[in-house]
């Protein structure tokens, strides 16, 4: 007894067909969907963090334009001074150093901005090659940790060292 079964009416085969293969696209989009608001978060998160970098990067300019801050009056290790100090650059009003917490921090643009301080570290002998006599000059080592604020509250900190040549 060898039955065959055999389908006579396949109409709507081609429709169930078509609904699987709309399904299957469907769900391909949502993936892809989904895949590239990922990606314009991340970018976003990634814009967030460099403009708080370049602000904390701004900071270590303010630095090099601010020789009170790293200057004789800067010599007593693990008292740091704070910046942005207003008076700093008043040509009318003596620099005097906030020894107690960061300022408020200065806006260079409406969503950047930064702060820090300058600490002195130690003194040692001028480096090798630097053309300074090492008996005279010492190399005067300071640490600065500037802190960089973006938008959406985005913040980052840079620790850099650097010295100065002096007495």
């Known amino acids: ?11 709507g085969s081609v429709t169930v067909l078509a609904v699987v293969l709309l399904m299957l696209l469907t769900l391909l989009g949502m993936a892809a969907l ?27 300019a303010y630095v090099a334009h601010s020789p009170d801050l790293y200057g004789p009056d800067n010599i007593t290790p693990a008292t740091p001074h704070y910046f942005p100090n207003i008076t ?12 107690d917490d960061f300022p408020t921090a200065q806006y260079f643009n409406s969503t950047q901005s930064f702060n820090g301080q300058v600490q002195y570290a130690s003194s ?11 008996g005279k000059f010492k190399a ?7 802190k ?7 913040k980052l ?8 040549i002096g007495f």
């Open 1 to 11: 007894m060898n039955q065959k079964f055999q389908l006579e009416n396949e109409k």
């Open 34 to 60: 989904s895949t590239s608001s990922i990606e314009t978060q991340i970018a976003g998160n990634e814009m967030r963090h460099k403009m708080a970098f370049y602000a904390a990067e701004s900071a270590t």
């Open 140 to 146: 005067h080592q300071y640490q600065m940790r500037c």
């Open 88 to 99: 700093a650059n008043d040509p009318v009003l003596p620099y005097v150093g906030i020894t």
């Open 148 to 154: 960089g604020y973006g938008p959406n509250n985005a």
């Open 124 to 134: 040692s002998l001028p480096p090798r090659g630097s053309g300074y006599s090492v």
């Open 157 to 164: 900190d840079i620790l850099a060292g650097f010295y100065r």
